[in-house]
């Protein structure tokens, strides 16, 4: 009722839910205990020997039932919010109800919050239960982007799962990837390079998991504009989130075609941030179930 724009209106509820019951009151009065003083008529039809038509209250457990009901409705709008801005006397809200149940939460999973806060990730590990409610939080936070696994989805999201980590794979390192989100920075090449030498340097790239050629005609701008981020030998820097480029795994792609794709528009892959989403015991359970 607190969100009815003013007072008047919650008195005006008030007002015509007592009239509606007073009324209902005067009707069941009236109809078991006002003597029915209308005169006989005459040739008025009867059965059953004394059924007249309208002089005839409905049967006393009625009358019991009504009146049962109304002492229940009395008593319930002296308890709860029921009258207009009236809030009851048992101070009863949904808001109230939600903030028992957090309560209670925090009450009733302390103790087990207390003990999962104080273990190693190892120890995460390897209860079973915590590494389920840790599956259930990924499956409810991440794998509407990571897929239901973690395996990654659609060349845009990566693949949790493989050996090749963009950003990191120590606890440390994951633990800042899920709390303060990334945001990857590889800018477009497209006008530096040309048509041709995008062409050269992706096919360059290609050669970085076997062994690439001293002579091959991309190898000069890969030294020039990518060893910065790539590293010479193309395997990456995960401070700035570079990827391996020698390793045959691919976020995006790695065929020819999306390689110059990459090349020429640059790619600016954001994983958000979860610190404000999730408490540190989530976030640690989330590291516990990534990290190996
Ligand atoms: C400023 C650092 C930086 C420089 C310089 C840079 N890159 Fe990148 N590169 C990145 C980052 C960061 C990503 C990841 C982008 C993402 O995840 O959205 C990336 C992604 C890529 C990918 C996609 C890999 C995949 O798994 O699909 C390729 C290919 C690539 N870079 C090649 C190059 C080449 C070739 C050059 C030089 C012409 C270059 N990069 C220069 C930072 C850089
Ligand atoms: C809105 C989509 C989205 C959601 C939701 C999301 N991620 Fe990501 N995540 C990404 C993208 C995109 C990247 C790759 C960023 C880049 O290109 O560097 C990423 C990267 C990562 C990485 C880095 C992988 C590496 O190779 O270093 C980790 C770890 C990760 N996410 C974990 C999580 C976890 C845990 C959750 C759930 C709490 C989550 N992500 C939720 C989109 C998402």
């Known amino acids: 009722m607190a969100d009815l724009p003013s007072g008047f209106w919650a008195g005006w509820i008030a007002v015509v839910t007592l009239v509606s019951l007073a009324a209902v009151a005067w009707l069941t009065y009236s109809l078991y205990f006002q ?18 038509e309208g002089n005839k209250a409905p049967p006393m457990w009625w009358f019991w039932l009504i009146f049962a009901a109304m002492i229940f409705t009395l008593v319930y709008m002296m308890l709860y919010p029921g009258l207009g801005s009236y809030e009851g006397i048992l101070n009863w809200s949904q808001g ?14 302390a103790e087990a919050r207390n003990a999962a806060a104080g273990m190693s990730l190892a120890e995460m590990q390897n209860d079973l239960q915590l590494m389920d409610t840790a599956e259930r939080l990924f499956a409810r936070e991440c794998a509407a982007c990571h897929g239901p696994e973690g395996r990654g989805q659609a060349s845009l999201f990566p693949n949790l799962h493989d050996i090749d980590w ?5 606890p440390e390192q994951i633990e800042q990837t899920i ?16 048509e041709q030498g995008v062409s050269q340097v992706a096919e360059y790239v290609q050669t970085l998991s076997q062994t690439p050629s001293e002579s091959h005609p991309g190898r000069a701008a890969y ?33 020819l075609d999306t390689i110059k794709d990459t090349l020429t528009f640059g790619r600016f ?19 516990a179930l990534l990290v190996r």
């Open 35 to 52: 003597s029915d003083d209308s005169e006989e008529i005459a040739d008025e039809p009867v059965w059953d020997g004394d059924l007249r």
């Open 96 to 109: 109230s109800r939600i903030a028992e149940a957090y309560e209670n939460f925090d009450e009733n999973f």
């Open 166 to 170: 963009q950003w990191g794979s120590t």
């Open 179 to 194: 709390r303060g989100g990334r945001n990857a920075q590889m800018i477009a090449w497209g006008d530096i390079l040309g």
């Open 223 to 255: 030294q020039q504009y990518c060893v910065a981020c790539h590293m010479p030998d193309g395997s990456g820097n995960p401070m700035l989130g570079a990827p391996r480029l020698s390793d045959d795994i691919w976020l995006y792609g790695g065929d």
């Open 269 to 287: 892959g954001v994983m958000p941030a979860f610190g404000e989403r999730l408490d540190d015991l989530q976030i640690k359970l989330l590291v």
